[in-house]
């Protein structure tokens, strides 16, 4: 047994099998090699095998109809998914066991958008209800806010905020302002209020965040689940120097909120627990922008009640992925198709390509979801992976990635992608008496460009269109590539719900097929404890004069160089 492999608990989570040795995966091995004898045009030309590819759940419809799949894939899909016990896995997440196994805690993000009277327990304690009572928190609090009725300390209305953190709790709650701003009655919501974010410790992202605001109508929260995160303390400390320096110190205590799992930390900073919303420690960092790390700043923007039918929309996936039997489960259908995408052809790559510039954030959060939860070397048992597992994932409102990484897609490496398009616009189509709408026009593209990469341009068709030869081989696309297409019926809060819980749900499913733990994120840390080590130096250097030491010559140049040219 390798060194520090742990003895195996009675877990539903652990297992005495490495996935890849199971029947069905070795199956899908074979299966595979078949496949691959089959181009997708040809699979295309079968309208039932189509037709069984086409998933409909509360207006969402998922065609998986280009995965390189026959009709039998699903089925041994089906099978791997039994072999790797993954309803027994999605009944255990939903009942509070700790199947976050390394940090010891359950995975419960679900119990954030779970209606009042739900019971759903972690440690045998139901805690729909302390959920509840910080929405509730978070509620009256926006709304005084909002109305002007919590003002700042020179008496008035603090009309603008800036949310201050990193990773999880950033890139999800930006992803659904973004999606929000364009949506007529999260805009009428919003009046003339402004959200922002600081993310980056870089001075830059600073200064950005606070140009043009007045510190007299600005309310800063603090959010972070540890508390102790380096970026996020140094920030959520230069805005309090630029509160206090404008205002005063006491300013601090009316401009400054927390949203966090460590009370104890927020308090110790200087702001006022009761003005701290509360989450815990079952809430996965990426997973919270359901929590008080999303909820209050979006809240604070459009009040509860559009931020509430943005959690009914993720409740309703949340049923759906919990009950639905597999063959109609889209997130379940997602994920086993990540899987074949991932272990069986190799694929190393996803793209998420949003027909809809509402949802321009959508991959950068997807990106730290699913790369953070299943970007891991190790089984959940300790035992080193015979199979790469995770992919790589980027993406790019269509049709601007048209314009720019698509060649690839088309001509260089296969990566399979994840076409979103919403039926309706969010916002008014002009130009009504011309051939085609805006909205038509990206919609056209969303509708050819899967065609294009399955069925691609055969020389022979190039031949036909008297097109010379030797461009032939530069104008051949290949084809077979794969992709699946959801279509929203619309892109308002209760969808952008749906579309954020099927995306975690189906990287959860992923990590649940691998056998890994996808709820630990522990290959953060090395460079984090690095960094350390170079700040304690850096202050030494400069305040002491120390020499730089304790590096090898490379890193010790660069710092030596960095200190010097600062200095000069
Ligand atoms: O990047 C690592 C990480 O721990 C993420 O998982 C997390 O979302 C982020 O840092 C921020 O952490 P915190 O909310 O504790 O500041």
Redesign the pocket.
């Known amino acids: 047994m390798p060194l520090g492999v742990p003895e195996r608990k009675s877990n539903s989570m652990a297992s005495s099998t490495l996935i890849s040795d199971t029947e069905p995966w070795k199956d899908l091995k074979g299966h595979v090699e078949e496949i691959k004898e089959t181009h997708l045009r040809d699979l295309m030309d079968d309208s039932t095998r189509c037709k069984s590819m086409m998933v409909e759940f509360d207006g969402i419809l998922l065609d998986y109809s280009r995965q390189r799949i026959y009709q039998d894939t699903m089925e041994k899909l089906f099978r791997l998914a039994e072999a790797a016990r993954l309803k027994q896995k999605i009944d255990s997440m939903y009942s509070g066991e700790h199947i976050n196994v390394t940090e010891n805690r359950s995975v419960l993000h679900v119990a954030l958008r779970a209606p009042r009277d739900k019971v759903i327990c972690s440690d045998g304690k139901n805690v729909v209800p302390d959920v509840w009572k910080v929405l509730d928190k978070i509620s009256e609090f926006s709304e005084r806010v909002r109305s002007g009725s919590w003002v700042g300390a020179t008496g008035k209305a603090l009309k603008d905020v800036i949310a201050v953190?990193?990773?999880?709790?950033f890139l999800g709650p930006l992803f659904v302002h973004a999606a929000l701003q364009t949506d007529p009655e999260a805009m009428e919501c919003a009046r003339a209020r402004q959200l922002r974010f600081l993310a980056n410790v870089d001075p830059v992202d600073v200064a950005r965040s606070i140009t043009g605001l007045n510190p007299e109508t600005t309310l800063v929260i603090v959010?972070?689940?540890?508390?102790?995160?380096a970026e996020?303390m140094l920030n959520a400390q230069s805005l309090r120097e630029w509160i206090s320096t404008a205002l005063g110190p006491q300013a601090v205590a009316k401009h400054m909120v927390a949203v966090s799992t460590n009370l104890t930390l927020v308090e110790k900073f200087g702001i006022d627990p009761k003005n701290a919303f509360a989450f815990w420690d079952w809430v996965?960092?990426?997973y919270s922008v359901c929590s008080a790390v999303g909820v209050l700043p979006l809240s604070l923007q459009y009040g509860f009640s559009v931020v509430h039918k943005f959690l009914k929309g993720a409740a309703s996936i949340d049923d759906h992925f919990h009950s639905t039997p597999f063959e109609k489960n889209i997130p379940v259908l997602l994920g086993l198709l990540s899987v074949w995408n991932v272990s069986f052809f190799g694929y190393p790559a996803r793209a998420i390509l949003p027909y809809s510039q509402a949802l321009e954030k959508f991959a950068p959060h997807i990106q730290q979801v699913s790369m953070?939860s299943n970007g891991k070397g190790v089984s959940i048992d300790g035992l080193p992976l015979p199979f790469e597992a995770g992919e790589i994932d980027f993406g790019e409102p269509g049709t601007n990635g048209q314009h720019s990484f698509y060649q690839l897609i088309h001509q260089g490496r296969v990566i399979p992608c994840d076409f979103i398009g919403v039926v309706k616009s969010q916002q008014p189509v002009y130009l009504k008496g011309e051939m085609v709408s805006n909205h038509d026009e990206l919609m056209s593209n969303f509708f050819a460009q899967p065609d294009a990469l399955a069925y691609g341009k055969t020389p022979e068709q190039l031949l036909r269109e008297n097109v010379p030869n030797h461009l032939i081989p530069h104008k051949t696309f290949p084809g077979n590539r794969p992709s699946l297409s959801l279509l929203l019926p619309s892109l308002n809060a209760y969808n952008i719900g749906q579309l954020l819980a099927i995306y975690e749900h189906r990287i959860a499913v992923e990590g649940f097929i691998w056998g890994i733990n996808s709820f630990d994120?522990w290959g953060?840390e090395l460079g984090k404890s690095l960094a350390s080590q170079v700040r304690k130096q850096l202050h030494l250097s400069r305040a002491k004069g120390e020499p730089v030491e304790g590096f090898n010559f490379s890193t010790t140049t660069l710092i030596t160089k960095y200190l010097e040219a600062q200095s000069g």
């Open positions: 953190g990193i990773g999880g709790s959010v972070s689940k540890t508390f102790t995160t996020t996965g960092g990426r953070e994120q953060v």
